[in-house]
């Protein structure tokens, strides 16, 4: 029996999981699993799903070898331990298995670059962001309200006014008073 796995990242865009879905299903795939989670994260509740699910002569099918595991060593270990089990491990891009060693041997080869590349991307970040902050520049969304209207913000709640109404008040949600005050609290201790 075929058995789909198919992931997006937090960050992909939804037509992923369509894209995903559509192949796995032209292959022939009787079911197929899926989390929408970053691929950093450990616990993936889809692939733990599928991973239980298939039985030996199965073939668990993903379109991408990173959609897998977390880095080479997980990749590595899910596959063998899949091998071991006798359920074939198979991969669209590149068309590979690991029903022979010339398929493990390519599939191995294939993580550790797709664990590469994801360090090159991670390092990269990291540089353009340093680069950033050297410039003064910070990420992350413009706060949504301005200096004087956090310190309303802050007069209110001191005057005993609810969370939930200077929310109101402001037009924003009571967690953006929550971190309001807790920033305001942070600047001042000491």
């Not at 080479?72 to 006798?86: E, Q």
């Not at 609810?162 to 942070?186: C, H, L, M, N, Y």
Request: aromatic letters at 4%.
């Amino acid at each position: 029996m075929r058995i789909g796995y198919m992931r997006r990242s937090t960050r992909e865009q939804p037509t992923t999981l369509a894209t995903q879905r559509e192949a796995l299903e032209a292959d022939g795939c009787v079911r197929i699993f899926e989390d929408t989670i970053s691929g950093a994260k450990s616990k993936r509740p889809g692939l733990d799903a599928a991973l239980d699910y298939v039985r030996p002569g199965d073939r668990l099918v993903v379109t991408r070898l990173d959609r897998l595991g977390r880095t080479r060593v997980d990749t590595l270990n899910t596959m063998d331990a899949l091998r071991l089990r006798g359920i074939v491990v198979e991969c669209h891009h590149p068309r590979l298995d690991t029903s022979d060693p010339a398929g493990r041997l390519v599939m191995a080869v294939l993580a550790d670059l797709a664990e590469w590349e994801r360090d090159v991307l991670i390092e990269r970040t990291r540089e353009g962001l340093a680069q950033a902050r050297k410039q003064g520049k910070t990420g992350g969304r413009p706060p949504k309200l301005d200096a004087q209207q956090r310190a309303n913000v802050v007069t209110m709640r001191e005057a005993g006014i609810t969370r939930k109404e200077v929310a109101k008040t402001f037009g924003v949600s009571p967690a953006t008073i929550r971190r309001i005050e807790q920033a305001w609290a942070d600047a001042n201790m000491g």
